[in-house]
């Protein structure tokens, strides 16, 4: 049975399934695991295996364990922390929108169109896919063929890296509500400044060269350090926090 929602394995199990996972990493103990798992796992054939998202920049792939965890179904669905199908199709339409010769291949091969995310096959051809044409765009610009290097953009665009800098957010920052324990009226007060506040900001400062650095002191979670290493020239981008908790964020 390939189909998870027909075997009763939903992208939900993942949590399940990932229970039992670190439990097989527990120093060797001996490993219980209730029949109903056992049951579950068997009926779900494609559990554990992996789905690659390759990098337009050559940088590392993302993988994906199935079945993919299953978001809230939040409107903002780039912004639902859990959805990894949604976010596996979000990743392609963007790198799409940066880089028409992906976009060209992907879309001749109709991938997007099959999009099922309650089916492994279903996403697997839309990833296979898209690495191919990420493979094919990346040797064009090795050759340096010019249709590709007219196309070559050494940063991504505005969108694309919001996108990014959500995924790493949703990654690292695993309880948010954990960022809004702090004394009030204290320096330690949490807030995040907004990526398009950013940009306005930097759309004064312009041009920001090599000759700058950026220091963002009292940097939280540091997705305003990112934020300015990505879309500026700047020496170095460095951010100093002095309160634990989203000062680990972005180490987990
Ligand atoms: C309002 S948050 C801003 C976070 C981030 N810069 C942004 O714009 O999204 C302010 C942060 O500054 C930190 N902070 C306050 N005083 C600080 C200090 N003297 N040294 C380092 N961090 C400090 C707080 O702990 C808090 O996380």
């Known amino acids: 049975m390939d189909d998870p929602a027909k075997s009763g394995c ?25 029949k109903k798992i ?36 939040s409107v903002r669905r780039s912004e639902d922390k859990e959805d990894e199908a949604a976010e596996i199709l979000e ?32 996403m697997e051809s839309l990833c296979v896919a898209y690495n191919k044409a990420i493979d094919k765009y990346l040797s064009s610009q090795k050759k340096g063929t010019a249709k590709a290097n007219d196309n070559f953009k050494p940063r991504c665009t505005r969108p694309l890296l919001k996108h ?17 324990h702090y004394e009030a ?39 305003v350090v990112l934020q300015v290493a990505a879309l500026t020239d700047c020496e170095v981008s460095f951010g100093i926090e002095k309160a634990t908790t989203p000062a680990n964020s972005p180490r987990s």
């Open 91 to 122: 990743t392609v339409r963007w790198v799409c929108a940066d880089h028409p010769d992906v976009d060209e291949t992907l879309d001749k091969n109709g991938a997007i169109g099959k999009y099922d995310p309650t089916s492994f096959e279903a």
């Open 185 to 223: 009226f204290t320096p330690e007060v949490y807030g995040e400044t907004s990526f398009e506040l950013i940009c306005q900001i930097l759309d004064k400062l312009h041009p920001i060269s090599g000759d700058n650095k950026f220091v963002d002191l009292g940097s939280g979670v540091g997705q």
């Open 10 to 34: 939903t992208g939900n199990d993942s949590t399940l399934f990932s229970r039992v996972a670190s439990q097989q990493k527990q120093g060797g103990k001996p490993l219980r695991i209730s």
């Open 164 to 180: 990014i800098l959500q995924k790493c957010y949703n990654k690292s920052v695993t309880d948010p509500n954990l960022l809004n």
């Open 38 to 73: 056992v049951g579950k796992m068997a009926s779900c054939p494609h559990v554990g295996k992996s789905l690659e998202l390759k990098s337009p920049l050559g940088a590392e792939s993302m993988t994906y364990k199935w079945p993919l965890k299953k978001g809230k179904g």
